[in-house]
């Protein structure tokens, strides 16, 4: 397993110096030109259109977006 997780950073680090990165999107508000609401769930803790759950990683090549990230987001 521990293997496995050195190829994945290295993938992701490979990536990172031609462009690519990972949209971070939990905890942040929604922005619909980043994120894809798949779901909303009510959440007294959480302020409205906060991305709760991120449900598939999104990617991004310098300023475009080639995957938007697919996030639960909360509603009152």
């Known amino acids: ?9 290295q993938f992701l680090e490979l ?4 462009g690519m ?3 971070e999107a939990q905890g942040k508000s929604f922005d619909p030109n980043l994120h894809e609401a798949v779901m909303q769930q009510p959440s007294e803790e959480q ?3 906060t ?5 598939e990683q999104g990617f991004m090549h310098h300023d475009r977006v080639l995957r938007p990230a697919k996030v639960i987001v909360s509603k009152r």
């Open 1 to 9: 397993m521990q293997g496995v997780a050195m190829v994945q950073s």
């Open 51 to 55: 991305v709760l759950q991120v449900l």
């Open 21 to 23: 990165t990972r949209i």
């Open 47 to 49: 302020e409205p259109n």
């Open 15 to 18: 990536l990172k110096r031609h």
